[in-house]
């Protein structure tokens, strides 16, 4: 076995300009992929990290109250009694908290824009600070009653900066509208398409505009210490809530905010939980990240075409300038599958080398522009839902890349090597390069 190493090794070397061209190529491939898919796992790593800050516990008990039959809101009732419970019915809770829901038309001086308005209590949710990077402004000001958290985008469509003041405007469970002053306290970058309708208020100042009561909420939101015991809990909570008295809404896996029609069309009245996990909430935008894995395995696909011709063209070339060669070596005795295993070998050592290189490039390529926290353009943090490049690199995704195309190489150059095998000694070395 080293013998046929030794020789691989040599013609390899010997045909410098070839090996070098096409191992360029194999990296590059190799590369291409551990940075798509570091695209890919950072958007989804961003896509946890935002929603479940800006619009989603890891699990949510939420729910509608309907006055009447055909109007409903985003409201759940007495929901101290409702967290005591859910405090004894999940033990995997890390912490808890509420969030109020509304939808209001915010108005500045020169402008006006629709905005989706969470009633928050910012001392009861540490998340909140690790995620949202602030401009300007205090995070800890909005406690006062009264005040706004926007983010940068809104804050430029309405013309206003810290200390401004702004108008909610929203109708109330009783069909009439209300508004309510709000001065802003704090202005953060912006996260993504998220951020451009999520704003944020103190809990009585949501429950000032919508002349709630102060055991009235949108939503309680729960963060888990670990993430995988979401569908137990999940399940848990239904069948504990239910047992307690509680009426549950059907499972339906989308954003509160797509179920306001289904809603108003049934014939009840009061109060029904609805008990979602983030990725229900988050579900209108996932589609960007699985258009991103539909891209990357068709792009995969198409520069592993590129390189299986690249490796089947380079060992016919090579079998045809070394035909006489592949003649002697089995009049002197190699057997088929020896020469076989060699023509393989020169081909496992070409790809392998080239995929670790090409994933070892691209990854110190994504950590650098981490490092440097380089601005996305505009168009591109709406999908990246950041506003800078976060590439996550998994061990798993590098190793998957290299075996990949490692195999991929390795299964194209058998046909060639097969043929190469096959030749008969005495024609090989009658042969005429």
Not at 36 to 48: D, I, R
């Amino acid at each position: 076995m080293s013998q046929i190493l030794l020789i691989a090794f040599r013609n390899l070397l010997a045909h410098t300009r070839r090996t070098a061209l096409l191992g360029a190529a194999i990296a590059g491939v190799t590369g291409v992929l551990v940075i798509l898919m570091g695209v890919s796992n950072g958007m989804q790593a961003t896509m946890l990290e935002s929603a479940t800050t800006l619009m989603s516990g890891h699990i949510n008990v939420g729910g509608f109250y309907k006055v009447t039959a055909g109007q409903s809101a985003p409201v759940v009732t007495q929901y101290p009694k409702l967290i005591q419970e859910i405090r004894q019915d999940v033990p995997e809770l890390d912490y808890i908290s509420q969030r109020g829901r509304g939808w209001a038309k915010l108005v500045s001086d020169t402008g006006s824009v629709q905005v989706g308005v969470a009633g928050m209590d910012v001392e009861s949710e540490p998340g909140f600070r690790k995620v949202v990077q602030l401009r300007e402004g205090k995070l800890d000001d909005l406690n006062q009653p009264g005040t706004i958290l926007i983010f940068e985008e809104q804050a430029k469509k309405l013309d206003v900066k810290v200390g401004d003041t702004l108008t909610l405007s929203a109708p109330t469970m009783r069909g009439t509208n209300n508004t309510l002053d709000v001065r802003v306290v704090a202005i953060a970058a912006n996260i993504g398409m998220m951020s451009s309708w999520n704003t944020f208020v103190p809990s009585k100042s949501l429950r000032d505009l919508y002349q709630l009561k102060d055991d009235a909420t949108g939503a309680i939101f729960l963060y888990l210490k670990d993430m995988k015991a979401i569908p137990a809990v999940q399940q848990r909570l239904r069948e504990k809530l239910a047992a307690g008295g509680y009426t549950l809404m059907d499972n339906d896996p989308r954003a509160f905010w797509m179920k306001f029609d289904v809603v108003n069309r049934e014939g009840w009245t009061g109060q029904k939980l609805d008990i979602t996990n983030w990725e229900d909430e988050i579900s209108f935008v996932k589609w960007v990240v699985s258009a991103l894995n539909a891209i990357t395995g068709g792009l995969t696909f198409l520069l592993l075409v590129v390189i299986a011709v690249g490796i089947m063209n380079t060992l016919w070339i090579a079998i045809r300038e070394r035909t006489r060669e592949i003649g002697t070596l089995r009049a002197i005795g190699m057997q088929k599958g020896r020469v076989l295993v060699m023509f393989l070998t020169e081909a496992f050592m070409l790809s392998f080398t080239a995929t670790v290189t090409g994933a070892a490039a691209a990854t110190a390529l994504c950590m650098f522009i981490n490092w440097r926290q380089v601005v996305a353009p505009q168009v591109v943090q709406v999908m990246l839902l950041t506003e800078h490049w976060f590439l996550k690199v998994e061990p798993g995704s590098v190793v998957f890349a290299v075996t990949l195309i490692t195999v991929a190489s390795m299964l194209v150059s058998l046909i060639p090597s097969f043929l190469a095998a096959r030749m008969k000694p005495v024609t090989a070395m009658h042969h005429i390069g």
